[in-house]
């Protein structure tokens, strides 16, 4: 999916965000979010060191650091889901299968 939108990277924003993020990682809600070990995305159990905090939608596509835009992720989920929306994901999910459809019919 090459055609996402574009927001302008905002130095400013992302600066204020992530130091918002790195505040919201040293209370008791985030250590009981990662204590489960669970990936929000693959669902996969991990010890919780390994689990990082991600963004839903990226800081550097205009998203904040507050409890309902940010989950536990594993590593792999987060190298894969890179600056990509929900959205985005969505899209690209989307196109695979229908690529796949048409290549099975032909």
């Not at 055609?3 to 209370?27: C, G, V, Y």
């Not at 010890?47 to 905090?53: D, V």
């Not at 536990?72 to 796949?100: G, H, V």
Request: with cysteine; net charge positive; proline share 7%.
């Amino acid at each position: 999916m090459s055609d996402w939108i574009d927001i302008p990277n905002d130095p400013a924003h992302a600066a204020r965000e992530r130091a918002k993020a790195r505040e919201l990682r040293k209370t008791a809600w985030w250590r009981s979010q990662i204590d489960q070990g669970i990936c929000h995305y693959c669902h996969r159990k991990f010890p919780p060191q390994e689990l990082s905090m991600d963004h839903i939608v990226p800081v550097a596509r205009g998203g904040r650091s507050v409890r309902g835009n940010v989950v536990p992720c594993c590593k792999e989920c987060n190298n894969k889901k890179t600056y990509l929306t929900p959205a985005e994901i969505i899209m690209e999910q989307l196109e695979r299968e229908e690529k796949e459809k048409a290549e099975k019919k032909s």
